[in-house]
């Protein structure tokens, strides 16, 4: 791969990546990366992520909230971005030697860097012949990936912004910087901005013990890069990769100032075979130990400390040999303009505040376990509780839980209209779709759209009408002929079949019900006056069921001591409907069930039930 190490500089201000596997806390570091150097455009192109259900993420490029696409293959990607050549692959170590390979197939991607540790070595060496034959370059396995201060960095290299300036990453130096070791680059990105002036280019290959690539051909690539003027390698114990700079150093392909040291000195006190730290960090023989490899670079003059705690004063002085040669100019400090702050971070530390768009007042799922009325719901939820269906209802409905005789009640209504058979509209249009075809969600809305002042409403309108005549004293016979002076049929009066002389059976039980655990019964009993008055006329004239539970609601909330203005305010705004919405979608999710069982054809109305009145309008 002799074409990428020779190229010159790995990243330029325009590079883009194609983020394999949404890592949104490291692609969003990225971005405010940008931020920080003023790129002018994202450096993270698009994200593949095969089981993702989105097709875009959203982050923030500075102020601006911006959409990265997601595909679901690296291919489909690179189709989508030609101008994306480097794959920054956080696969997991099982995907991830896979999704190496097929990214070096694919033309336009020069650059891949996988942080999956463990990858098998034979994976490892099979990925490093394929790039060699492709003449493509991976950084990787086990890495946290490499930077070019002002132009581009990978994930989470360099830590937190404030790290990054401080270290001096957010602009170019002059050394070059090559490390095994993600954790050590920073430290050693911060010591060669305490005693120079950074980096150009920074990797850490990786800690793995088979590397896809290695120190001599990044230091290679550096050499030819004009931006590094001296080059700084850390090794470890462990493996002769090192021996492979000192070759190069000594046979002059590379000329620059080489700072070398391998940590792990301590390891010779040790049998053979310790390992420090990667994986690749074991010494097998006396030529992979740290002590021979300083000794070594030490002959072939590459400048070695005599410890790591050294470091810092051979950095600085070859630092200010450089810069009294005039090989190192002295650089500008750019403005580094203020960071924009995530709104969430900024409310916690106090140092904003932000309106909200809505206001809950039922629930909250902001802890560690959701609350219905700043109640638990495992307080609620199971049978050892005390709570039931009905209390959790009255507690997400009206923020309190109601007494025993309450609950009962509203559980019995529930069950009292779960269903009426499979002829009624709302039962009908939920069968007819259900052997459509659709699912379950669209067969049950079907059928709940039919709910209205005809079908089920009438509980609203009996509340509201039944409470209007009693609340300004009518008497049975008056509040009878007023509505009829407005022209409107008495909301829960009426039944098709039901009559005196047949009485509706689930009324009699909501009545019976009613006088035994209601403190007071004053509107059902209006209305049954009311029910004595329009059956003199028609016997079937009869309160029926949505009229009982129209006026025991409001006998109900009576009783609880809501005020009129709280009652009219639930029966204006459909609560007593909801209650009818709750119950009748028990029963149409039992019909649709019950077709999907059954496995029912598609429904066709037949010929002999419709009065086809059709006439010719050319002869009219």
Known sequence: ?????????????????????????????????????????????????????????????????????????TLEAAQAHPHADVLL???????????????????????????????????????????????KLIIGP???????????????????????????????????????????????????????????EGIAIGGDRFAASNFIEHMLRMEHNPQVRYLLMLGEVGGREEYRVIDAVRDGRIKKPVIGWCVGTI??????????????????????????????MREAGIRVPKSFNDLP????????????????????????????????????????????????????????????????????????????IADVITLLWFKRRYPQWASDFIETVIK??????PA?????????????????????????LTIGPRFGGAIDGAAKYFKLGFDQTMAPEEFVNYMAEQRMV????????????????????????????????????????VEQQTTKKKDNLILNVDGTIGVLMVDMWRSLDYSDTEIDQFIDSGTLNAFFVLGRSIGFIGHILDEKRLGMPMYRHPFDDILYDISDTEKE
């Open 1 to 73: 791969m002799s074409n990428v190490s020779d190229s010159a500089q790995l990243f330029t201000p325009a590079t883009q990546a194609i983020f394999w596997n949404n890592h949104q806390t490291a692609i969003q570091r990225m971005l405010d990366y940008d931020t920080l150097v003023a790129r002018e455009t994202p450096s993270v192109a698009a994200i593949v992520s095969p089981t993702s259900g989105s097709r875009f993420g959203k982050f923030f490029f500075g102020t601006s909230e911006i959409l990265i696409p997601i595909y679901r293959s």
């Open 89 to 135: 692959n956080f696969a997991s170590f099982r995907r991830a030697h896979r999704v190496t390979s097929e990214a070096l197939e694919i033309s336009q991607i020069r650059c891949i860097m996988v942080t999956a540790e463990g990858i098998p070595e034979r994976h490892a060496r099979e990925l490093k012949l394929q790039a060699e034959a492709l003449n």
């Open 142 to 200: 086990a890495t946290v990936g490499a930077i070019v201060p002002g132009a581009f960095k990978i994930a989470n290299i360099g830590g937190t912004i404030e790290n990054i300036i401080s270290s001096k990453l957010h602009r170019p130096g002059a050394c070059g910087l090559v490390t095994r070791s993600g954790g050590l680059f920073n430290e050693l990105a911060n010591i060669i901005a305490l005693n120079a002036d950074g980096i150009a």
């Open 267 to 296: 390891a010779e006190h040790f049998s053979s075979g310790v390992q420090f730290g990667h994986a690749g960090a074991s010494a097998n023989t006396e030529l992979e130990t740290a002590a021979h490899k300083n000794q070594a």
């Open 313 to 388: 004063e051979i950095i600085s002085g070859v630092y200010r040999e450089l810069h009294a040669e005039g090989v190192i100019g002295t650089f500008k400090e750019p403005d580094i303009k203020p960071m924009p702050e995530d709104c969430q971070s900024a409310m916690r530390a106090g140092r904003v505040r932000k309106g909200t768009h809505f206001i809950c007042t039922i629930s909250d799922d902001r802890g560690d376990e959701a609350t219905y009325a700043g109640k638990p719901i495992s307080t609620v939820a199971t049978p050892d509780t005390g709570y039931g």
């Open 416 to 421: 009292t209209v779960a269903d009426h058979g």
């Open 424 to 448: 009624v509209s709302g039962a009908h249009n939920a069968r007819v779709t259900a052997r459509a075809g659709k699912d379950l969600i669209s067969a049950l809305v079907s059928g709940l």
């Open 490 to 529: 008495i909301p829960g009066i009426g039944h098709r079949i039901k009559s005196i002389r047949n009485p509706d059976r689930r009324v009699e039980s909501l009545k019976d019900f009613a006088r035994q655990q209601f403190p007071a019964t004053p509107l059902l009993d209006f209305a049954l006056a």
